[in-house]
């Protein structure tokens, strides 16, 4: 395990030897002070009162992002300490934050479902339509079930004048190769009034292939890939603000989202080095063509949520939220062992059939939440409490062969939860407690034919469990705060997973006695610093993440499929995020993030082991330097740095001398990254982004590990140029 002090010190060193002054947006440290956040408390808290790490991306963070790729969570790989590199697919595999699993939502409400985690959750609408992230780093039970890593919140834009207001963008984008262009439409109007306001935006973007640094076609991802897609996106959100003062306010928001694959191209697996089967490696391509009888792949996400607030409600603040959601997420085609309609024989494929798998899921929320300032007329004392109620379903199918592979599920909760907060001079102590009291309900099915038609009885689980967190936070002065915290997050491990797996050697084939249902408590302990000044800040923190009864990912080497593993887990880690204004022309940010994290080698065993890059990543530097000679021209150039690591390590079992190896190495590698922008007044903004300036040649780093045709390179140059306009 790490230890955090030689940790920090290696972080500020490393730092200092580049610049003090790296980091995130400088110019906006002022208004930092005054900005608040909404996740994981309901209410507006004013950022300087959090006692914990979080991360603020802005609207200028996310445009210009959106400058290089329209990838939905490439923003967070940038902007976020503890997040790991983009899979810049449609899938978000391999992502995770604080090498947890993460719970998304997209204006307070949760994407995907905990109960089957496909890792699609990451691309659920269009980046243009988002004003800013909100992200909670680190396990929180404050928004529900699936915040083991943390909550990421994309916040919806706001109008940003008075009256009425058009916002037209388009993006054209190239590798100067065959079929590589990249185009996207985008149009916003809003309209802010003395009581009204809404927002009505809609997109279209149609993707070509995407190539390597050596000019090879990337692969199509097997969870989905964004080369040779299409994405269409609706939004529309508005408000009335009503009663004395306009203290009450009602808002509704409809959002339908769907990014489909065009079927131009199949996949094309390549080889990892072997000095006899592959002494010339070569990563997966794709070649044009389709799979007979295949259907393209598609994300499709939709919601409705409305939302009731009084800010005057016997003295306080009321909110009541009502929301309705309902994804489906289809794969690419596959021809994996245990999608097989017949288990062949050793040496036989024949019976070896293309299917794919589809994901549905729906849920239903109802939310109310009160906050009491001054509570029993104390100064500073603050009372948050609520209720939460929510019904969640998921289900897997195999869509070809119309074939169950993970039965439908269901889970019903209702959480109360109270949070006292209390400023007292320059100090402000938190506290609070959420009690989780679920059910989860699975139907009796059969498993597919791989797994032996396995009859498998199904049950009910209840899930149980109450969750307290503090910390607090010292102001020391105007510049300087440090703070300290304890938070557990509460969530299901991907259930999916050991249901479809059971076969006829398996133990147990009810749902009463899988083991692997039982829920994911886990503990995060963190102290951390802030520091901001008139041209700079600096933040970075030491955090402990455990979980007695944890969930990580290992690979069958029999079926080169994903297995879920439940033993202890301990993370550790160390996050810094700083930045700094020379003056008005020069701007920097830095952040740096090293975790590691330790399991058991097979459960129930005292041998740990170290854990690999399915769940931690690789130490990373993302850092960036704006020039901005003009109030109309400015020019970034910036840079993600993955480090090496090497994993070797031998056990021995004392109790019958059996010896286990865990090897894993994967390297590093700097991809560079270059935004202009320039304002020409009355005809818009002109925005030239080139990705991987370099056209560097890598493999991406969670693609480094042998699994199931997973043999990834990333993209090369990719040169873009963006216009937008506001009448």
Known sequence: MIKPLSAAISAVLLASAMSPAFAQDAGDAATNLDQVIVTGSRTPVAIEKVPGAVTLVTQEQVQRTLNLTEDATAVLARMVPGYSESSQAMSNSGETLRGRIALRLFDGVPQGSPLREGNRNGTFTDMGVIGRIEVINGPSAAEGIGGAGGVINYLSKNPEVDGHQTIISTRYGTQFKDNSDQSKIGVTHTFRGDATDFVISGAYIDRGIAYDGDGRRVGLNTSGSLSDSYSKNLFVKGGYNFGEDQMQRIQASYSNFHIGGKHNYIPVEGCRFDPVECPNPTTNTAEKGSIAGSLAEFNDFEQFAVKYTNADFFGGDLSVDAYWAEQAMRYVPENGDDRQLTKPAPTDDADRIWDQSEINSEKKGLRFGYAYSDLFKVEGLRLRAGLDLVEDTAEQRLALTNRLWVPPMKYTSMAPYAQLSWDIGPVTLDAGVRREDGELEIDSYTTVAFRDHTPVQGGKLDYKATMPNFGAIWRINDAWSVFASYSEGFGIANVGIPLRNIQASSPCK???????????????????????????????????????????LTVDKATDDFILTRSPVEIEGFELNSAWTFNQHWKATFLYSRIRGQTQYYPGSGLKKEMGILDISPDKVNASLTWTPTDTLNATLGVSKTFSRDLRETFTNPANGDVYVNEENTYGYALWDLSVN????????????????????????????????????GRGRMVSLSHTIKF
């Open 678 to 713: 320039y304002d020409t007044g009355r005809f818009g903004q002109l925005s030239l982004g080139i990705e991987n300036l370099f056209d560097k040649q890598y493999v991406l780093t969670w693609s480094q590990l042998p699994g199931w045709q997973n043999y990834f390179s």
């Open 510 to 552: 009810a749902v009463s006695c899988i083991t692997d249902l039982q829920p994911l408590i886990t503990e995060n302990k963190e102290i951390g610093f802030n520091w901001r000044g008139a041209k700079g800040q600096v933040g970075a923190s030491v955090y402990r993440s455990t979980s007695d009864f944890g969930s990580t």
